[in-house]
């Protein structure tokens, strides 16, 4: 057969300093712009979404008002 080669693996390792407690601060710098940006650009994927919850929401709370009111006709 032959010899069989062996392969060194590397390994990375990231670290991060005690003293870099600034990660989540781009987070929530860019949280605004970064979120009307994705509503403006899929507004068709979050109106699929949005209206249905709201149109039984509001069907819900209009069926129990309805339901507290029957007894007044």
Known sequence: MGKVKGYKLKEVVYTLSPF???IMS????QFNYKTK???TENWV?????VCPITG????ANNYI???KLH???
């Open 20 to 22: 870099e407690q600034k």
């Open 26 to 29: 781009t987070f929530w710098a």
């Open 37 to 39: 940006k994705r509503i």
């Open 45 to 49: 994927n979050a109106l699929t979404l």
């Open 56 to 59: 039984t929401y509001m069907y």
């Open 65 to 67: 008002e309805k339901e």
């Open 71 to 73: 007894h007044r006709d």
